[in-house]
């Protein structure tokens, strides 16, 4: 029987609990309800972790394709931004998204008008390339029903953390951050070893 | 431990073998390898179907939001289209479909213009409804490893059975069949209970 099991390349997982590299410095819930407190969080490349018993959660989520993103933008991205995990970066966020039923029944034009020409998602996450590096996941359309719609892993050096906080703020004050219905924000620190 | 297994309400899965309401009259590779040949398909909705000893192969996918379309689309198809189903469809075609790498490289912008302006898959699609009834469904996102990206099932009438051929005929020659790496074409039959 050819069951399709193999873990899908492109995915990443995030486990919550008292194991992995990142230490918890606060976990709040924006939107929506809460998910249990965690003291560390682990990630793993690959959607299929090995021991995950004493976990509080898992979430997983898969890097896709471009959603809205047109070639000039690409490229402008493409350009800047550098990949997660330098030595430097010692701080992240993980921030978990949910968006609601109006913004999954809009069209994909609409969609795109309201990330990028009424929002500016693309063009204000461009100006924190490369400080902030990111990982971004996508999980609504997993096998297996998710609670999020979205993963964002992101990491900076502590001198930057303060336009990261910049970005975020402008972020949240956009017509696409009216179509949230639920989000998590988990600050995490990589302690010295 | 909240691992999240609960079935996506959205998926959509076909178990290959021996049982289930859909007979097979052909099953073809047009590109790529093929697939077990097996003499039914079972079509259940949600992921996470019981009993599959027996089964040859089980494909899944979810129903997603528009990739592509347009308001103005959308609701042209919306106002022709009927759900998959209906009692006279008893003929059926399941259409497994990977495209390769440079088609997913593309950024949103270039994809939509090979798939519409230049391949005109939406409106060559629309001129066949509501004759056939489609459910269309995604794959590459999962978060186990998939070999299709897109699932495509597709039921009519046996007097619709030509208008289908001539469908599929018009959207195989298109620019968006160039970056098609594999196509499996499964015929169904409905059998008189």
Known sequence: MTEIGA??????TFIGGNGGEWAVVSQRALLGPPIAAVSRVAMIFGSTPGDCRDAAWIL??????DRYTTREEKHSLVEKQVPIGRPEATRAALILLRKNADWWAMPQDERRAVLEEQSHHIAIGLRYLPAVARRLLHCRDLESEAPFDFLGFLD???????????????????????????????RLVKPDR
């Open 60 to 65: 997983r989520g898969v890097a896709t394709n």
């Open 7 to 12: 873990p899908n390349r492109r995915a990443t």
């Open 156 to 186: 900076f050096a502590p001198a930057d953390e303060v336009a990261f906080e910049d970005m975020l703020g402008q972020l949240r004050s956009t017509k696409e951050w009216s179509y949230m219905e639920r989000e998590i924000d988990i």
